[in-house]
């Protein structure tokens, strides 16, 4: 049975009881309710058994399958298909056998040969501290020697050759009849080995942000720049102001997450399940469950002593991928229990959580699912017995208003207390949890990048989450790993108030879309500009518009009549049969290019584009669909200057309908400059005129470029260096 199904079965039941019926008002007594309820507690329990015994275990045969085939392809110097069996053979090793350290040592080598120095040494660390066999010890070290070289580090490489010839002296690592072949080797150790300069990968640590962002952080406000305040009122609740004049730019935030988690589970093996990182192809698997991965050993420690130790049999049991966020709720519980910051964990506590806002079935449902989480703690961890929860949680607390509901004493108190702490958490998740995405501009089948935002995780940010939101948010988030970086979309005023946009903002979502996403997920009506501001009211629209004959404007269908947005003209008819015939055109014309007709393809967009451009407001989406047809089919017939002008008309109507620091802009102009440097190129006249200004037109477009990939995505991110690349072309063809 899914977990879904056993909600659905407990919340049908219990909200027929009686008990239910009367409101509760606090967590505590919803728990206290739900645990009362002997058949819930029965099922829950049934259930996590059902898990645990189908639940996936590590294999001596299938780490032995892949080693085999890790071997066979580094035999054939595929040494990257090789690093794929061997992560997988770590994986599936036990953590006492000798394939794990065996299967890390057999990477190193991999690595090696592919001159990737750094990640050699880190495997070779990390097979020696779990405990690879003595005999291979020599091996390693003499792989480090020339690691060291390569990079230019004699010192540590003799350093390395001292330990090796301790080693050799040793029966247990080298035997007497091997010592002379080590010997040998050693001496043929060269010292004047040319450097190889690797490029190492930027994995930063908050102090490395800090120093390279030049944030000054707020003593008052954790995480927060010194420009901003964190205020209350009743009105406003807990909000966030300016509290001097901010430039367009500035970093607002800088936020490491309490906790997070990663939502594909089918993705794992992509990221480090403890900073997010994600840019290697050498994880290190959790030495006990077949989902768990770190991008060093640091890491691993790092997760195992702060949650993963009781998150591990969750993980054995497949529990996390049914629960979604029940899973970041015991994380964050975890980390709290294990940390030693006070001032975090008081943050966590003061989030809101809307309690009292939501429908008794709601609660119900998240309840189960805290009464789930608990009763695993107590069933399939060590967790009740390894914790004090006076000293690892209520002590803790600067307000006692939660803890004087519980006297934590008896077993039962102690559950109801673990419990109620739960679902206070899966709530406050609800209302403050906080997608991390990530942002990469990709090549698409036709060779243009394309802007590509994936959602790849959830995690709290106690600091930021306190900004209201606004569908017009003056504020925009980056991420770099699992750090949140909240930048200044615009200059701030003194006072003015900071907003974030929870998800729906005005530039994509219609007024009532907003505001019912709004109200049933956060409980609040929106009064932001775009949604009581009539210039804004209907500015989605204004993309889907006809031209207004009286002063072209946006004639928009508001609730089935004609209104134009901008002179409040109401024509009675408007000329729908040439709508239809551009229509059955842009039809027509995508016809012609499935039969491979390209140049009645062309006549026919040129004919709507014109019946388009007549009819249409100027900025409607619809124009914007023909302009891009039109370049595709120019760039096929490879007249690219034709496709240039056809792209650049499509830029004022992406910069309205998005902003002029928007993502789509920036993508635009990475197509634009993408089809400027493909002409200046292949173009053999550079003599001409048009050849002339559009090189100094391309240089314009760059500089736009990388100031919008700078912004949106960081100096650090891969964009931007691909973009550095295009002008290095342009460079080239001086």
């Known amino acids: 049975m899914k977990w879904h199904n056993v909600l659905e079965e407990l919340t049908s039941n219990l909200t027929k009881m009686h008990a239910f019926k009367e409101k509760v008002k606090h967590e505590h007594e919803l728990m206290s309710l739900l645990w009362s309820d002997e058949s819930s507690r029965k099922l829950v329990s049934l259930w996590l058994k059902h898990c645990y015994n189908k639940k996936e275990s590590k294999s001596i045969a299938l780490a032995r399958n892949f080693k085999e085939k890790g071997n066979k392809q580094f035999q054939a110097k595929n040494y990257s298909k090789s690093i794929e069996f061997y992560t997988k053979c770590a994986l599936y090793a036990p953590a006492k056998s000798s394939e794990l350290p065996v299967a890390i040592a057999n990477r190193s080598a991999s690595l090696f040969y592919l001159n990737r120095y750094h990640d050699c040494i880190k495997d070779i660390e990390l097979a020696i501290q779990f405990k690879c066999p003595k005999e291979i010890h020599y091996k390693l070290h003499l792989r480090l020697v020339k690691c060291y070289l390569k990079l230019g580090k004699p010192d540590l490489a003799k350093e390395m050759i001292s330990k090796i010839r301790t080693l050799i002296n040793n029966p247990d690592y080298v035997t007497s009849s091997m010592k002379d072949d080590v010997e040998k080797q050693i001496s043929e150790i060269k010292f004047n080995v040319s450097i190889i300069q690797e490029e190492k990968k930027n994995v930063y640590s908050l102090l490395d942000l800090k120093s390279k962002l030049m944030f000054d952080e707020n003593p008052n406000f954790p995480y927060a720049s010194v420009s901003i305040d964190r205020r209350y009122n009743e009105e406003l609740g807990r909000h966030v102001i300016a509290n001097r004049f901010i430039r367009k730019g500035e970093i607002l935030f800088l936020e490491k997450p309490v906790s997070f988690v990663v939502l594909n589970h089918d993705t794992m093996d992509h990221f480090c399940q403890n900073c997010n990182y994600s840019d290697t192809d050498v994880l290190v698997p959790c030495t006990e469950c077949l989902i768990t991965f770190y991008c060093n050993a640091n890491c691993l420690n790092e997760a195992w002593s702060s949650y993963h130790r009781w998150e591990c049999p969750g993980s054995q049991m497949n529990l996390w991928r049914e629960i979604g966020i029940g899973h970041l709720a015991l994380k964050v519980l975890l980390t709290c229990v294990t940390t030693t910051d006070t001032i975090k964990f008081n943050e966590i506590q003061n989030l809101i959580t809307n309690f009292n806002k939501l429908p008794i079935e709601d609660l119900i449902v998240y309840g189960i699912t805290a009464m789930m989480l608990t009763t695993y703690l107590l069933e399939y961890t060590d967790f009740f017995e390894r914790n004090n929860l006076n000293d690892h949680l209520a002590n803790k607390f600067s307000d006692n208003s939660f803890n004087s509901n519980f006297d934590i004493i008896t077993e039962n108190n102690k559950h109801l207390y673990i419990s109620s702490l739960l679902l206070k958490y899966i709530l406050q998740l609800i209302c403050n949890g906080h997608a991390v995405s990530k942002s990469d501009i990709l090549l698409n089948k036709d060779n243009f990048y394309m802007d590509q935002q994936d959602i790849i995780a959830t995690g709290i940010y106690p600091s930021a989450s306190i900004m209201n939101h606004s569908c017009d948010p003056n504020i925009l988030n980056i991420f770099m790993d699992q750090y949140l970086i909240v930048r200044a979309l615009r200059d701030i005023a003194t006072n003015e108030e900071v ?134 089919l120019y760039i096929t017939k490879g007249q690219l200057t034709c496709a240039i002008g056809c792209v650049e008309n499509t830029i004022a109507a992406v910069a309205e309908r998005f902003g002029s620091f928007s993502t789509e802009l920036l993508t635009t102009l990475i197509k634009l400059t993408d089809l400027c440097v493909m002409y200046l190129q292949k173009e053999s006249d550079t003599t001409t005129s048009t050849y002339k200004t559009l090189f100094r037109t391309t240089y314009k477009y760059l500089d736009q470029v990388e100031e919008l990939a700078d912004f949106n995505y960081g100096s650090w991110n891969k964009i931007y260096e691909d973009i550095k690349g295009k002008r290095n072309k342009m460079i080239s063809i001086i």
Do not use: W
């Open 499 to 632: 907003f974030n946009c929870y998800g729906p903002h005005y530039r994509h979502m219609s007024r009532e879309e907003r505001q019912q996403i709004l109200s049933s997920q956060y409980h609040f009506i929106c009064k932001c500009k775009p949604c009581t501001q009539p210039d804004l009211q209907y500015f989605l629209e204004r993309f889907s518009a006809l031209n207004c004959l009286k002063c072209t404007g946006a004639l928009c269908n508001i609730k089935n009549s004609l209104f134009c947005v901008d002179c409040f003209d109401k024509p009675i008819t408007y000329q729908q049969n040439k709508i239809k015939q551009a229509d059955a055109l842009f039809q027509a014309a995508e016809e012609c290019i499935d039969q491979e007709k390209l140049e009645e393809a062309l006549n026919k967009f040129k004919k709507c584009l014109h019946i388009r451009k007549t009819v249409l407001y100027k900025y409607n989406e619809n124009i914007v669909f023909v302009l891009n047809a039109i370049a595709e």
